[in-house]
């Protein structure tokens, strides 16, 4: 493996199976220095043709970690995805290496719960977040729906026929319902930021922002 002892815009990735293997990949692909280790030989064998540096390694194992250098990384994800005993393990090696930011991912609720109480700053359940988000997609008329926390959410809709003809002021969705309307993309063209001025046409996107609830309840209008 290329020495990788190296900076704060690099990136541990802890665990090579199908979530830990893409996200790698992806960073990869983007220009991130990434350091990608798993205990399976096998994974990591599967893996080197496509990433510059990766290692067989226990990232449970806190002296192995600093041999490795990981201690200087900006960035660690736990993406173990078996055995929360070494999910949890591996974390808390990090965030006790003073690894600024330690992302875990969570199989459960109660998984997380200890992910945090170890010291991770950010927890994170794919998963389930998925599965959230598709279930929004297919019950309604979202085409697309982002999470930003518990109580934020941004939304792509059709434009509504009752919106149809009418400006944003007009229509006054944020005093009515309260939301608020980010961006519109008009037929055959690009996404522009929206304004009270801004007129409503047949075939309108629109990029919704609000709580879950109020843009569930826009994005039902028609």
């Known amino acids: 493996?290329?020495?990788?002892?190296?900076?704060?815009?690099?990136?541990?990735?802890?665990?090579?199976?199908?979530?830990?293997?893409?996200?790698?990949?992806?960073?990869?692909?983007?220009?991130?220095?990434?350091?990608?280790?798993?205990?399976?030989?096998?994974?990591?064998?599967q893996h080197a043709g496509?990433?510059?540096?990766?290692?067989?390694?226990d990232a449970t194992d806190p002296h192995a970690l600093r041999q490795l250098g990981v201690h200087e990384f900006g960035t660690a994800i736990v993406a173990i995805g078996a055995g929360v005993e070494p999910s949890v393990l591996a974390t808390a090696a990090l965030v006790d290496l003073g690894i600024p930011k330690v992302w875990a991912k969570a199989v459960s609720d109660q998984h997380a719960r200890i992910l945090e109480r170890v010291g991770a700053h950010r927890v994170f359940r794919p998963e389930a977040e998925m599965g959230e988000r598709v279930a929004h997609l297919v019950s309604g008329t979202m085409l697309e729906y982002l999470e930003l926390d518990e109580t934020f959410v941004l939304a792509e809709t059709t434009a509504p026929a009752s919106m149809i003809g009418r400006t944003l002021g007009d229509v006054g969705l944020r005093a009515r319902y309260r939301v608020t309307v980010v961006c519109v993309q008009h037929p055959g063209s690009t996404y522009t930021y929206a304004e009270a001025s801004t007129r409503v046409e047949a075939g309108d996107l629109l990029v919704i922002a609000g709580t879950p609830d109020d843009v569930e309840q826009v994005v039902r209008l028609r």
């Open 1 to 45: 493996m290329a020495d990788t002892t190296s900076h704060s815009d690099s990136v541990l990735i802890v665990g090579l199976g199908r979530f830990g293997g893409s996200l790698a990949r992806t960073l990869v692909a983007l220009g991130t220095e990434v350091l990608a280790l798993d205990t399976s030989e096998r994974l990591v064998q």
């Open 50 to 57: 496509e990433l510059p540096h990766v290692a067989v390694a």
